[in-house]
């Protein structure tokens, strides 16, 4: 009986885990990106589900971004996010279009 509920204390914590850290990064994604790219912001929004996940995991690196975003997004943070838009991606399997409000 003890193990069986130990097991279910886990199973609660291991669930919350996942979850509140899928919202991070997507908190990280809105608080970083959505920064310049929201409604009435000096840049259109954007979001996961608008690109691919490859050309996502290249457009950084690649400098492709028009803004030096180095000032305000840190390499750990760039790569929780990048990792969110891959996983989010056009040709992912849970694509998401509507993290940012257009
Ligand atoms: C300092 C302001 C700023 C921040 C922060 C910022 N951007 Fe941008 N971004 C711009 C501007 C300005 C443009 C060019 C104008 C436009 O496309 O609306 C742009 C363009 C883009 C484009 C090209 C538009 C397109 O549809 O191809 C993408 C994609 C993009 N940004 C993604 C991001 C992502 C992802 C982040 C967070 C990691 C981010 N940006 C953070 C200002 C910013």
Request: charged share 25%; hydrophobic share 40%; glycine share 6%.
């Amino acid at each position: 009986m003890k193990g069986r509920l130990i097991c279910i204390v886990s199973l609660c914590a291991m669930m919350f885990s996942t979850v509140a850290f899928a919202a991070d990064d997507a908190g990280l994604f809105l608080q970083k990106c959505g920064s310049c790219h929201k409604k009435g912001g000096q840049a259109a929004p954007v979001n996961p589900a608008d690109k691919a996940g490859l050309v996502w995991e290249k457009y950084f690196t690649r400098d492709r971004h028009p803004v030096d975003l180095s000032v305000s997004i840190n390499e750990d943070e760039m790569g929780t996010i990048v990792e969110y838009l891959k996983d989010h991606a056009a040709d992912s399997d849970q694509p998401e279009s509507a993290t940012m409000p257009k």
